[in-house]
């Protein structure tokens, strides 16, 4: 059982609280809304019974464009108010299909190279503006602008020209939301194995070298903003989503990531509060072979699962999925692997393999000492996909995590 929960609001001493409704399978407004209803308020009750529940409230595609009707809207705003909750944070990735499908590097699709990317992020802005209450922040995060494999590396060049154009439509839109209402919005990019960002340093160059110099221009040239407004609404309106999962998978000293960050005057929308496999490698040929085979249990068709092997020298092997991993697994060099799997956050050990919830326990610590963000999201949405020993009711396994996350504030 999980331990008592040391706090009963959403809006700790650390930020605003709560987990991410990707969790839940549905690709309409119906399916969404009837998950809503049958989850959050029992949730709530367990976790927050006494104070508002923060939402973070994921939209496919299909299910915007139900919700930006203004009657459909003003439902969903009734039944915030019965239960006593509300949205503060958004996840704008998974575009079309996230259960029950195969999503792999589709879930990238599609990217900031489109106009339907555009679109959507819009969309969901619009629907945000109403949801976000007033004298809150809101953020919505999304794709790390395209996926790394579809491009050849002659042409990242132009392809982020290209999606860092989209992004300052949406800024753009997001300074005309500011201007009218008085609310901040930010958009938070999410940097992912394998996308075309995939970890800070890539995060960082590109924030310099293309968001900002291509920003203020545009903002100049049509929003009619001088330099240094263009560079302010720039840096307020693109934060990053700090998806610890991500970031351990990679093996990045989150320390150094945060102080960049401050270093750098960029801000981060949210703090994505996830888990992700790992295992050491043994030298011995039957014990790797135990960790591979311990591995091998969570090779699953439906999400990516990259892997990052640690090699003797200290340098980094990827690999996109676990199953070219696992082709490959026979390397005497490799001295460990982890790999993008969301796995729950109040298990740390899983026999040969562990989950990287030390990574989790250190960027709380940082966020408790500094604050670097005011959002807080749990991430855990591969529960279908666990192996069968693992799963439990969803709304059961959703209290668990929050009220781990709530005693590691």
Not at 73 to 83: A, G, K, V
Not at 284 to 294: C, F, L, M, T
Request: aromatic letters at 10%.
């Amino acid at each position: 059982m999980a331990e008592k929960q040391k706090v009963t609001t959403m809006q700790t001493a650390q930020g605003h609280l709560t987990y991410c409704t990707n969790i839940h399978a549905g690709e309409s407004w119906e399916d969404h809304f009837a998950a809503l209803r049958q989850n959050i308020p029992g949730i709530k009750k367990r976790i927050s019974a006494n104070a508002p529940f923060g939402i973070g409230l994921r939209l496919s595609h299909q299910a915007s464009l139900t919700l930006q009707a203004p009657e459909a809207l003003r439902t969903f705003q009734d039944w915030l108010r019965q239960e006593d909750c509300y949205v503060f944070t958004m996840n704008g990735f998974p575009y079309g299909g996230f259960h029950h499908t195969k999503v792999k590097d589709q879930v990238h699709a599609p990217d900031w190279t489109t106009p339907e990317r555009l679109a959507y992020t819009i969309r969901l802005f619009d629907i945000l503006k109403v949801l976000v209450p007033a004298g809150m922040e809101g953020g919505i995060s999304t794709s790390p602008l395209s996926y790394k494999y579809w491009h050849a590396v002659t042409q990242y060049p132009e392809v982020f020209k290209k999606t860092t154009g989209q992004i300052l439509e949406v800024v753009r839109h997001l300074v005309g939301i500011r201007r009218d209402t008085g609310k901040l919005l930010h958009l938070d990019i999410e940097p992912e194995p394998d996308g075309l960002l995939e970890s800070g340093p890539e995060f960082f160059e590109w924030y310099e070298q293309y968001l900002l110099p291509m920003g203020k221009t545009y903002l100049q040239e049509h929003a009619g903003l001088d330099a240094s407004a263009a560079e302010a609404a720039i840096r307020d309106h693109v934060q990053l989503c700090y998806d610890v999962c991500h970031f351990a998978v990679g093996y990045e000293d989150h320390a150094t990531v945060v102080r960049q960050l401050e270093e750098k005057k960029i801000k981060t929308g949210k703090i994505q509060i996830s888990a992700a496999l790992k295992a050491d490698m043994p030298a011995g040929k039957d014990k790797r072979a135990a960790v591979v085979q311990a591995f091998r249990q969570f090779n699953e068709s439906t999400y990516l699962h990259q892997v990052v092997a640690r090699q003797e020298d200290g340098t980094l092997k990827r690999y996109p999925d676990l199953p070219g991993a696992l082709a490959d697994a026979g390397h005497a060099s490799t001295r460990a692997w982890r790999s993008h799997f969301h796995v729950p956050l109040f298990i740390q050990d899983y026999g040969l393999l562990r989950s990287t919830q030390e990574d989790i326990q250190e960027v709380l610590k940082i966020q408790g000492a500094t604050p670097f963000t005011s959002h807080l999201e749990v991430e855990t949405y591969t529960w279908e996909v666990l192996p069968e020993a693992l799963k439990a009711p969803l709304s059961e396994s959703i209290i668990r995590e929050m009220e781990w996350v709530i005693n590691n504030l």
